[in-house]
Structure formats: C-alpha cells, structure tokens
C-alpha cells in the first residue's frame, strides 16, 4: 500500500514559520484530482486546512489559516508544501497530506474529516507552536 509521506514539522515559537512538504499517494489525474492538508490538533478531529486544485490552480483555506499559509504544487503534481507563516498556538498538531477526486476532498471543507477513507494516510509531520 502506497503511503504519503509528510516532512518539515518541528518546534517552534509562536510568529516563526515553517514549511511542509508532501509526496501524495494516489494522485492520478491532474484535472480532477486535488491534494489536501489535513490537520490533527491534540483533542479535536482531522480537519482540511488547505486544498490545492485544478483550474488555475485554485486554493481553498480554512478560516483559522487563510492569510498565514499558503499551499503550493510542483509540476509532477503529486509534491506539494505547506509554507506556514505567523504560526500561532492552536497551529500545533499533527499535519498530513491526501489525494483524491476534488469531489470527495471538497466535501470535507469545513467538516470533520475524522471519517475519510483515504487508504494513503501517512505518517504525518508534528508541528508544536509554543508561547
């Protein structure tokens, strides 16, 4: 079973900014697939924080994010980045990435996205942001 594979977390200090990287499994078609960050805060569910999709590309934020990160895609369309500026506290979790049709994906924004049958889960990169 192939996996995606998450790197670039750390500690660090709240206004320090980090930049994530992900090699997305299953990623097959460019004009209907997108890639999503997803993020596990310690006691809440797996939640979208962004998407990166075809048609431009366009990028989809979560409101808590939107401003200070910003998703980006090579041309191999499977790797992408997470660059987090301005990270705050509640930033803190782990974070991983997934590709799937942009149907499934978008219809996890702003929902839990705790029940997601993705099969590529990877490990995940730990982001802690301290005070």
């Known amino acids: 079973q192939v996996q995606s594979v998450e790197s670039g977390g750390g500690t660090v200090e709240v206004v320090d900014s980090l930049r994530l990287s992900c090699v997305a499994a299953?990623?097959?078609?460019?004009?209907?697939?997108?890639i999503g960050w997803f993020r596990q805060s310690p006691g809440k569910v797996r939640e979208v924080v962004a998407v990166i999709y075809p048609g431009g590309p366009s990028t989809y934020y979560a409101d808590s994010v939107k401003g200070r990160f910003a998703i980006s895609q090579g041309n191999a369309g499977n790797e992408v980045w997470l660059q987090m500026n301005n990270l705050k506290t509640e930033d803190t979790g782990m974070y991983y990435c997934a590709a799937e049709s942009c149907t499934k994906i978008l219809l996890l924004v702003g929902r839990s996205a705790q029940g997601f049958a993705y099969s590529g889960w990877g490990q995940g990169t730990q982001v802690t942001v301290s005070s």
């Open positions: 299953g990623y097959t078609h460019a004009s209907t697939d997108c």
